[in-house]
């Protein structure tokens, strides 16, 4: 196994990523030392705002980020083609406390994840076509708040992720829309989430040894799922163990062993619909 990985050279590598149970799961047996050969990381949690703005600010060598924040960092960042979270049936959710119609978000306040998030970019190409006369406020709140916070009244609609899609009756909220629905409906692609990028400056051969490891992390965990059990149930907080299962099932795919030509040109129409609505700015190569 040692020999699948150049020599990487330099001390640890620094790399954020959340406390989800798919990131946990996918890079647990590398941030124990359970990859044999792969260079030592010294790592973050963060929320996905958090990782996006430091992409933003070039701090950290790896990261998980939004693909969405991709136009703003890719000059240096390379995107890697495995780690990151791109399926089918798991987009974003836009959530209210009663049921209603698209139409009925006009005026309205929506709290999201992140100003930067592909779940924010989804939500603003699907506003544009269902939501007459666009929304109103936008507020950034933490992931955990969000659903809290439509519950309570103090936003009117949220916008929510991952294991939000198995909870969400629990707070007594109504799904209004499927973003996934929207993205695979109008498209035919998978649904672009999150990205991992590492520094440009590593150089070509460092990537190559990142990329492996990461590789290595996943094949890994699929080979022996209960390995990263403490670590995931450590940083899933209150999930739940069926939830976390759930979560990892349906998240961690064959496009986070590798992002294939279908993952590529999912990102590609992402990027290039954003664009071409004056979303974000042209990306650079990927």
């Given at each position: 196994?040692a020999?699948?990985?150049?020599?990487?050279?330099g001390?640890a590598?620094?790399?954020?990523?959340?406390p989800?149970?798919n990131?946990t799961?996918?890079?647990?047996a590398?941030a124990?030392?359970?990859?044999?050969?792969a260079p030592?990381?010294d790592?973050t949690?963060?929320?996905i705002?958090?990782?996006?703005?430091l992409a933003?600010?070039?701090?950290g060598?790896i990261l998980?980020?939004?693909?969405?924040?991709?136009p703003?960092v890719?000059?240096?960042?390379a995107?890697?083609p495995?780690g990151?979270a791109?399926?089918?049936?798991?987009g974003?959710l836009?959530?209210t406390r009663?049921?209603?119609?698209p139409?009925g978000l006009?005026g309205?306040?929506?709290?999201?994840p992140s100003e930067?998030s592909?779940?924010?970019?989804l939500?603003?190409l699907?506003?544009?076509?269902a939501v007459?006369g666009?929304v109103g406020q936008?507020v950034?709140?933490?992931?955990?708040?969000i659903?809290?916070?439509?519950?309570?009244?103090?936003v009117?609609?949220g916008?929510?992720i991952?294991?939000?899609r198995?909870?969400?009756?629990r707070?007594?909220l109504?799904?209004?829309?499927?973003?996934?629905e929207?993205w695979e409906?109008?498209t035919?692609?998978?649904i672009?989430?999150?990205?991992i990028?590492?520094?440009?400056?590593?150089?070509?051969?460092?990537l190559?040894?990142?990329?492996?490891?990461?590789?290595?992390?996943?094949?890994r965990?699929?080979?022996?799922?209960?390995?990263?059990?403490?670590?995931?149930r450590?940083?899933a907080q209150e999930?739940?163990?069926?939830?976390a299962?759930a979560?990892i099932g349906?998240?961690?795919?064959?496009?986070t062993?590798?992002?294939?030509r279908a993952?590529?040109?999912a990102?590609?129409?992402?990027?290039?619909?954003?664009?071409?609505?004056g979303l974000?700015?042209?990306?650079p190569?990927?």
């Amino acid at each position: 196994m040692a020999d699948a990985f150049p020599e990487a050279g330099g001390g640890a590598l620094s790399i954020a990523y959340s406390p989800c149970p798919n990131d946990t799961f996918v890079f647990h047996a590398w941030a124990h030392g359970l990859v044999p050969g792969a260079p030592a990381v010294d790592v973050t949690f963060a929320d996905i705002d958090v990782t996006n703005g430091l992409a933003e600010r070039g701090e950290g060598d790896i990261l998980k980020v939004s693909y969405a924040v991709l136009p703003w960092v890719l000059e240096e960042y390379a995107l890697l083609p495995c780690g990151g979270a791109l399926g089918r049936g798991c987009g974003p959710l836009v959530l209210t406390r009663e049921a209603g119609t698209p139409a009925g978000l006009a005026g309205r306040t929506v709290a999201v994840p992140s100003e930067r998030s592909t779940a924010y970019l989804l939500f603003r190409l699907w506003a544009a076509e269902a939501v007459p006369g666009g929304v109103g406020q936008i507020v950034v709140l933490p992931f955990h708040e969000i659903m809290p916070a439509v519950r309570d009244g103090r936003v009117d609609a949220g916008l929510v992720i991952h294991e939000a899609r198995f909870t969400f009756h629990r707070y007594g909220l109504q799904r209004l829309a499927d973003l996934g629905e929207f993205w695979e409906a109008s498209t035919g692609h998978p649904i672009p989430l999150g990205a991992i990028i590492a520094r440009r400056s590593l150089g070509e051969e460092r990537l190559r040894t990142i990329t492996e490891a990461i590789r290595a992390s996943v094949r890994r965990a699929w080979a022996d799922p209960a390995a990263s059990g403490a670590y995931v149930r450590e940083h899933a907080q209150e999930m739940d163990e069926a939830v976390a299962e759930a979560h990892i099932g349906l998240y961690v795919n064959e496009f986070t062993e590798d992002l294939g030509r279908a993952g590529h040109a999912a990102v590609r129409e992402l990027l290039e619909r954003a664009a071409r609505a004056g979303l974000v700015p042209a990306a650079p190569g990927l």
